[in-house]
């Protein structure tokens, strides 16, 4: 669960500063296909999340995978 809320916050924070910089990337070119508020649900969203899954996935004990 770990990695995916890790790709999940990525991705979120990634969609915000590449919103914040005006920049226009073809593959994140679908988030603002349903309009402003819709962009930011998805953005909002995903970074949550993305955070609540990372954080309460734990962590690794004796170096052993879940």
């Known amino acids: 669960m770990r990695m995916l809320g890790l790709?999940?916050?990525s991705f979120g924070v990634a969609t915000l500063v590449v919103h914040f910089m005006a920049m226009q990337v073809e593959q994140?070119?679908?988030?603002?296909?349903?309009?402003e508020?819709?962009?930011?649900?998805?953005?909002?969203?995903?970074?949550?999340?993305?955070?609540?899954?990372?954080l309460s996935g734990?962590?690794?004990?004796?170096g052993k995978k879940k």
Do not use: S
């Not at 679908?30 to 309009?35: D, L, Q, Y």
């Not at 998805?42 to 955070?51: N, P, Y």
């Not at 734990?58 to 004796?62: A, H, L, P, R, V």
């Open 7 to 9: 790709l999940l916050f």
């Open 37 to 54: 508020p819709a962009a930011w649900g998805i953005r909002g969203g995903a970074t949550v999340l993305g955070l609540i899954l990372l």
């Open 58 to 62: 734990g962590t690794k004990k004796d």
């Open 28 to 35: 994140l070119a679908w988030i603002g296909t349903w309009g």
